[in-house]
């Protein structure tokens, strides 16, 4: 059953570089990345109110009663991510914003296995996930001044000094580099706290219809308090008829990802997960980056961003590994 997760987890890691780009389409049609999230959101809830409906799962929302308010809060990191993810991917490239969200990833999954949150067994350090948590924080600084170097990434040039603080920052860098953090840092807490939502409410699906439901709202929330200050433009939906079909595909990404690694990690553990997860995320957004797929910038793959990403999966297979 584990090699099951493994496999699983390893895939649907691909799904977040792809999903991050697609949405880049989406937000362009749409003209703000608020609307394009609760959009986007929107579709994916769509989907899992139907799919709760074919496995019959709607009389777990019954059960919603006896859940703690917490473990009803995990759809609030998917807005995070996607929201961080249509603001990074034009600024950063598929690669490096990536590389962001892998390290906020790692922080937050190595918390949740050493103090035992949401009732993951607790995992001790060792001294392969010593090692694999400084390649992966290698590999992002080395990501990052590579393309800062080669004058592909504007706004994190010079961001990230040789130790991977701040060097030589200009106003308006440090923010995106925070941002990129924390919207990979809430991934696993969602994961974890649907794990926890699960053993409420049973049906696996019906967790993840919730969990995107209040995602929408969330969302939703926020796109109407900050037209209400004019702080983003309003909606279009006329560009939306020329937008192409995989445009749609992010909220169908998205879903399945959350599905998958709720399930993963009480079996395989938090940094395990995340560590398959960042991957697969990373081999895509490499992939993504050299083709300039989905319309994406085409970024050559430097040497330097080689050298990163083969230290990223390093550091990804000595934390599953040790």
Request: glycine share 14%.
């Amino acid at each position: 059953m584990d090699a099951i997760f493994v496999i699983s987890a390893l895939l649907i890691g691909g799904l977040l570089a792809i999903q991050a780009s697609v949405n880049v389409q989406l937000n362009k049609a749409v003209g703000t990345p608020y609307g394009a999230s609760t959009l986007q959101l929107g579709v994916a809830a769509g989907v899992l109110v139907l799919a709760t409906a074919v496995v019959g799962g709607f009389g777990g929302l019954a059960q919603i009663s006896h859940a703690q308010p917490w473990q009803l809060l995990g759809g609030l990191a998917s807005p995070i991510y996607i929201t961080s993810g249509i603001l990074l991917f034009p600024r950063l490239g598929a690669l490096a914003a990536g590389g962001l969200f892998v390290t906020g990833q790692m922080i937050s999954s190595l918390s949740i296995d050493l103090l035992g949150l949401f009732d993951i067994p607790r995992k001790p350090v060792s001294v392969g996930i010593a090692l694999g948590v400084l390649a992966l924080l290698a590999g992002i600084v080395v990501i990052i001044r590579g393309q800062g170097a080669a004058a592909k990434a504007p706004v994190l040039a010079k961001s990230v000094g040789a130790a991977g603080a701040p060097a030589g920052t200009r106003a308006g860098q440090i923010p995106w580099v925070l941002l990129g953090i924390v919207g990979g840092a809430v991934l696993p807490i969602q994961a974890g706290i649907n794990s926890s939502l699960r053993e409420v409410v049973g049906n696996p699906v019906t967790v993840d219809m919730i969990s995107f439901l209040v995602a929408v709202l969330a969302i939703f929330i926020v796109l109407v308090v900050l037209r209400s200050l004019n702080r983003t433009p309003a909606p279009k939906f006329a560009p939306l008829r020329e937008m192409p079909w995989w445009g749609w595909l992010g909220g169908i990404c998205a879903s399945i990802y959350v599905l998958v690694t709720f399930l993963a990690i009480p079996a395989i553990g938090a940094a395990g997960t995340v560590a398959l997860t960042v991957t697969g995320q990373q081999i895509s957004s490499a992939t993504v980056d050299s083709f300039g797929l989905f319309r994406m910038v085409r970024r050559k793959l430097t040497a330097p961003r080689i050298t990163g990403l083969g230290l990223l999966v390093v550091g990804s297979v000595l934390i599953q590994f040790t």
